[in-house]
């Protein structure tokens, strides 16, 4: 081919492995007696139960819903009895149980009533709910919601779409087989995706190490009514990864903290691809996939598996061997340590790697940095990953983010060279999920300091509103006995005044009640005297308490403001 | 354990014993045209790094055997060994590699603390503390009267009875020094030039000396256990400070060709300057670390107390090495072209 390709920075050649499973075809898994099929096995919230335990279910029946726009539906594996919805072991990471719903199997496959999609008459977000209800996600390794990745969005134009038959781990060769014989169908999938996304160039990139696939693929592409550049890149790890494989075709990087549609460009796994094909032209859900079983086993090879069955019944079947040290959930590079082998196969899992001790020697002890940067010239992210490890081991994590840390694919190059064998992608995820937990302590104590703060600031409103309650009512108190008062003097007044000459007596009376009078609204007029004669000094401190008041009800504004958004 | 389950075959070990193969033909080139002496100080200093290294490793409660087993003791003891003069007495050597050792290796806190390489901080104590001792250079076999066999050589190292005259006869102003000598004296660089020493590029034997570092160093940027940017950038910071110099004046700065051609210069330039640990890390950084080790060597020879500026070049530019990676952190991967201040 003649297009030219452009060289991402960084990564390494690990043995690949490849051809112990590639030398026998494909076999279909047997159907398990039970199936345990995990609620989350797709990036974003996990799908919500629709089955009751004791319903008879179908093959493809969808037995979970998804919850929300990034979610997608979960379907039985194959037809039989629920029997129970609770936490069981999964194979994540964490190691820690997970909703899962288990069904009986009944031996009878007996499908639900399916039939093809006409994609092509269908609203495009019509088809992409048919999509998130038929349970697609990616299938090369992030297991994102592919209904979420095949809407072109309003503003995002995805010219460019990329195939990913890249598959860079060693051992693993699933998405190999899948191209070799598969090819048709994969491209099927893609001309659904071309539809959805509107995309004018298609681009299937494929390691130079599956020349097999490369031809298969190529032939396939030849057939089509529109044009897709089958492309054979070098092999070179971590090249299969999404933001690598857009490098090495189109000499663009993503920016940091953007995505590849930001750029136009669409990245998926030839897995999806196919699945999307089987879903929109057999109207059948992702229940199935290819899983490479090696390393460690008699026979490595590749099978098509029911999501939920069982690891162990596959590593059975590729003939278990003495002197097994674990399994490993993908590959060598990235790959998860099981917790045990009755976890099930889910829609992430492409291979089930066995180690043994001359397979998988354990590592050997770690010596101190001594800053060679071999690690730095392997980091296809081109991070600087001594400073990382500096900064992650003195706690320094401030310096860590700003070198960068959360750029860090933790694709295990830098591992992998150091010459002092320091497990470096550890200190990164250690670090990685130090920050979250202190991101998230930082937020519930910002939270609760907001409560408390508009605690302090009702308790002062209402403590200042009830004052000023009493003090008005004080006021208007003493405002009307003093009207009262001069009114009786008044009247008292005006007879003494009109009849002076009456008597003496009665003048004197008048007189002394006059006095009185103006004694009495004397000492009314003195009653309000604490608030209306004030000293400069006690007026400056009132201005201050105000001013203090104020500041308070501005800074209790703000969080009663966003407690007024929550809902 | 979690990921990833495999690694590359290279160790730290396996880094310092390229580090010491390619050492091998410097050493060889110096026992052909110098004479066997500096087997007998790389051997002492050897022993005594291991001696010291284990000695520390015990009293600082670190397992023994895994970091003697690293070779950095033994890298350290070579190429201070091989800066030192070949005729140099026993106790020179042993206070030397002690320093490098003790002091600025593990005081420092071990492999990969150490901010100073050790063996030029061992190196920098001894010419400033015994300047004398530290002139005890053997003598180009081509120039020399006496030529000492192995077991002679450590009689001298090992201060038996050597007649005064003998030890004149075999020792020899290097040319870096008899150049300092003869410009002090107010002759022109050509008038100094015409001494036997000086050869075609450096001094004699000492130009071949040069050259065998250099396919050392090669070597070693071959298997890709150096990086070029170091080395290129401090021969680069000879050559155009030298250059610089002769231009204005031949008469009173050496040609820049012979400047470069010294064996410490490429002994340096390779090995020392390399050093990953007391290093610059990012590829900026290490062009600036080798520019200005490269621009300082050459200013201490010319204006500085010493006839060599290597070591002191050096380190000084280690002590630059912190503000330096700060500074050239390279754009990552989907990053602005402009990185913010760190």
């Known amino acids: 081919m003649s297009r030219e390709l452009f060289k991402f920075k960084g990564g390494v050649h690990p043995p690949e492995h490849k051809a112990e499973s590639t030398s026998r075809p494909i076999h279909a898994a047997p159907l398990p007696k039970k199936l345990v099929i995990p609620l989350r096995q797709h990036i974003g919230n996990p799908a919500k139960p629709v089955v009751e335990i004791g319903e008879r279910v179908l093959k493809g029946q969808m037995i979970a819903a998804a919850d929300g726009y990034i979610s997608t539906a979960v379907h039985a594996s194959s037809s039989g009895t629920v029997t129970a919805i609770d936490l069981q072991p999964v194979p994540h990471i964490s190691g820690l149980p997970d909703l899962c719903i288990t069904i009986e199997t009944d031996g009878r496959d007996e499908w639900v009533a399916h039939a093809p999609l006409d994609y092509q008459a269908m609203e495009p977000s019509q088809l992409r709910m048919q999509l998130r209800d038929l349970g697609l996600a990616g299938l090369g390794g992030a297991v994102f919601p592919s209904a979420v990745k095949l809407d072109p969005g309003a503003s995002h134009a995805c010219t460019t779409l990329i195939i990913n038959g890249g598959e860079c781990e060693p051992w693993i060769t699933c998405d190999d087989m899948l191209m070799r014989h598969h090819a048709d169908e994969i491209l099927q999938g893609v001309g659904i995706m071309r539809h959805l996304l509107g995309s004018t160039e298609i681009l299937v990139g494929i390691e130079d190490n599956k020349p097999e696939a490369l031809d298969s693929m190529r032939s396939a592409a030849a057939k089509l009514d529109f044009a897709v550049e089958v492309v054979k890149v070098p092999a070179r790890y971590p090249g299969g990864g999404a933001k690598q494989m857009i490098e090495t075709l189109t000499g663009r990087q993503v920016p940091s903290g953007k995505l590849s549609t930001d750029i136009g460009i669409q990245v998926f796994n030839v897995g999806t691809s196919y699945a999307l094909a089987r879903a929109i032209h057999h109207g059948e859900p992702l229940i199935t996939r290819l899983v490479t079983v090696t390393g460690h086993v008699l026979r490595p090879q590749n099978f098509e598996v029911l999501i939920g069955t069982p690891m162990h019944t596959l590593i059975t079947l590729a003939g278990d061997r003495d002197g097994t040290t674990g399994v490993l959930m993908g590959g060598p590079m990235m790959g ?82 150091c010459p002092s064998h320091i497990p470096l992608v550890d200190f990164y995820r250690y670090a990685k999920s130090e920050i979250w937990a202190r991101e998230k302590d930082k937020r519930a104590a910002d939270l609760a300091r907001e409560r408390h703060e508009f605690r302090q600031f009702r308790q002062e409103r209402e403590k200042k509103e009830k004052a000023e309650k009493l003090a008005a009512k004080a006021q208007a108190a003493r405002a009307q006995a003093a009207l ?63 001013a203090r008041r104020t500041k308070i009800r501005e800074l209790a504004r703000k969080p009663l403001e966003s407690e007024e958004k929550k809902p | 354990m979690p990921s990833p389950f495999i690694l590359d075959r290279t160790s730290v070990t396996q880094v310092m014993a390229w580090v010491l193969a390619a050492l091998l033909p410097g050493i060889a080139t110096y026992v052909w045209l110098f004479g066997p002496g500096i087997l007998v100080t790389l051997s002492l200093a050897t022993v005594t790094a291991l001696a010291a290294e284990a000695a520390m490793l015990k009293a600082r409660g670190y397992a023994v055997k895994p970091f003697l087993a690293d070779l950095s003791a033994i890298v350290t003891a070579w190429l201070l060994a091989l800066s030192l003069p070949s005729l140099a007495p026993w106790w020179l050597i042993v206070t030397g590699t002690l320093f490098a050792i003790v002091v600025a290796k593990h005081l420092y806190g071990g492999l990969g603390q150490n901010i100073f390489n050790p063996a030029m901080v061992g190196y920098a104590v001894l010419i400033v503390s015994f300047p004398v001792q530290m002139t005890h250079w053997a003598g180009p076999n081509e120039l020399t009267s006496v030529h000492l066999t192995l077991a002679q050589s450590a009689t001298v190292i090992f201060g038996g009875d050597m007649p005064r005259a003998t030890l004149d006869a075999v020792t020899m102003a290097t040319p870096l020094d008899a150049l300092r000598t003869g410009l002090l004296q107010q002759l022109t660089v050509d008038e100094v030039m015409t001494h036997p020493i000086f050869g075609h590029y450096g001094g004699v034997g000492f130009e071949w000396l040069a050259g065998a570092f250099l396919l050392g160093g090669l070597l070693l940027w071959a298997l890709r256990i150096i990086s070029w940017q170091v080395p290129l950038a401090f021969l680069a910071g000879i050559w155009l400070t030298a250059g610089f110099l002769n231009f204005f004046d031949a008469g009173r700065f050496g040609p820049p060709w012979f400047h470069l051609f010294a064996p410490s210069v490429m002994l340096g330039a390779f090995f020392i300057a390399t050093d990953p640990v007391s290093g610059a890390t990012t590829p900026r950084g290490k062009l600036i670390f080798g520019l200005g080790a490269g621009f300082l060597t050459m200013a201490i020879r010319t204006w500085g107390g010493f006839p060599d500026g290597v070591a002191f070049a050096i380190l000084l530019m280690n002590l630059c090495v912190p503000l330096i990676d700060q500074y050239t952190q390279p754009r990552i991967y989907g990053g602005a072209d402009k990185e913010p201040r760190a």
């Open chain 1, 484 to 546: 009262d008062q001069a009114q009786r003097a008044e009247l008292a007044a005006a007879p003494a005044a009109e009849g002076a000459a009456v008597s003496d007596t009665d003048a004197k009376k008048a007189l002394i009640a006059a006095a009185l009078a103006r004694a009495q609204a004397k000492k009314s007029d003195a009653a309000p005297k604490n608030v209306d004669q004030l000293t400069s000094e006690q007026l400056h401190q009132i201005e201050e308490i105000e």
């Open chain 1, 336 to 417: 998860v340590p099981m917790p045990n082998l009755d976890v099930p196969v889910v829609k992430a899992t492409n291979c089930i790697l066995v180690k043994s001790a001359e397979l998988f020697p354990p590592l050997p002890k770690a010596l101190p940095c001594i800053r060679c940067t071999r690690c730095a010239d392997a980091c296809p992210v081109e991070l600087q990953p001594q400073e990382l490890f500096r900064f992650a081991k003195a706690g320094d994590f401030g310096r860590a983010q700003e070198y960068h840390l959360f750029d860090c694919i933790e694709c295990g190059c830098c591992s992998y060279v």
